[in-house]
């Protein structure tokens, strides 16, 4: 399947305090997207790399919990401060509202949190910033397209066909608005047991082949290990909380691989 050529240029605005911008997508909601960007920003900052994480998803943020943040930034001169944990800087709609309060916006409205998120707040000096998208092709995923500059996604999924029928609108989505998806991962994508077997509770290959089909890089897999959720929960990453785990390995070779591709 060839790639779909942009429709149309649009001017787009730097993060401000940024060198490269990496949104983190999936389109489908429930593949590991949020715990995938939480690890690879870590991955990034362990790699040497000065590292910002933007959590997106306005409707249903994660990073409070993933980071075990409370506090909400301060301001100054006009613009949000953001908050310093595992030494990578972090803003989230939940560092501004009540975890258990709904976010019963309308677009505008995201809208404009995006474009505060993006312009309004004192990201410094950083390598990457690492974009952390909502589900869907809605709001927030056509403000980044559109009006915001992305220098890659990196499209996140299971394999299993009803999580690739919506991964396949985002990656249409991107290459027609211009975005560049730097690849695809297949999240959780086996469970080896104790018995040595491996089991593919999601089937097996579909998004290799996804990313055969629209002319795309496939990136590799990342196994489901018990202990990624279980850090995550604590509010501390796996590649935070076991540097010698498997699944760290795995974010790190992504990690130097993506440095090398755009620091070096």
Request: aromatic share 10%; with cysteine.
């Amino acid at each position: 399947m060839a790639q779909i050529k942009p429709t149309k240029k649009f001017v787009k605005n730097p993060i401000q305090g940024t060198k490269f911008a990496i949104a983190i997508s999936s389109a489908k909601g429930g593949v590991g997207k949020s715990t995938f960007a939480t690890n690879f920003a870590l991955a990034l900052k362990k790699s040497g790399c000065k590292v910002g994480l933007l959590d997106a998803d306005i409707y249903g943020p994660s990073l409070p919990k993933l980071f075990s943040i409370n506090g909400k930034p301060e301001s100054q001169e006009g613009k949000l401060i953001p908050i310093n944990k595992f030494d990578i800087q972090c803003m989230s709609i939940g560092f501004l509202t009540d975890e258990q309060t709904p976010m019963i916006w309308r677009g505008p409205m995201v809208t404009s949190a995006i474009k505060t998120f993006t312009q309004k707040v004192s990201w410094k000096d950083l390598d990457f910033i690492i974009v952390d998208m909502p589900p869907g092709t809605g709001d927030t995923q056509l403000t980044f397209a559109q009006e915001i500059k992305l220098d890659g996604a990196i499209i996140v999924s299971t394999p299993q066909e009803i999580a690739l029928q919506d991964v396949k609108r985002g990656i249409r989505m991107f290459d027609k608005l211009g975005t560049k998806i730097i690849g695809l991962v297949d999240n959780m994508s086996f469970f080896k047991g104790d018995d040595g077997k491996k089991y593919d509770i999601f089937g097996t290959g579909g998004v290799k082949k996804t990313a055969e089909d629209f002319n795309k890089e496939f990136l590799g897999e990342i196994p489901i290990y018990p202990e990624v959720g279980k850090y995550g929960d604590q509010g501390k990453p796996i590649v935070e909380a076991l540097p010698d785990h498997e699944a760290t390995k795995i974010y790190m070779g992504l990690a130097e691989r993506i440095k090398k591709e755009y620091l070096d």
